[in-house]
């Protein structure tokens, strides 16, 4: 008997991460980790004034996430 990983068993999606201000994406990622929050701040920085201590939902408010299928280049990010 195979054994299939975790990551094998679930649906190969991605998350596409737009900045609500500029209507372009930022990020596009399996899972939104530490280095993508990262990536949301600094951006929300250059963009927003985002406050170096902003609060996670903080730095989230100022992005649109939508699940995308993977590969999918002409996905259209919507709120979640």
Known sequence: MSRVSWEESVP???????????????????????????????HGRECADLADAAQLGEVLSLFAVARVEKGDANARTSSR
């Open 12 to 42: 190969a999606k991605n998350f596409a991460v737009s900045c609500k201000g500029r209507k372009q994406p930022v990020v596009t990622t399996q899972r939104i980790r530490d280095p993508e929050v990262a990536t949301l701040r600094t």
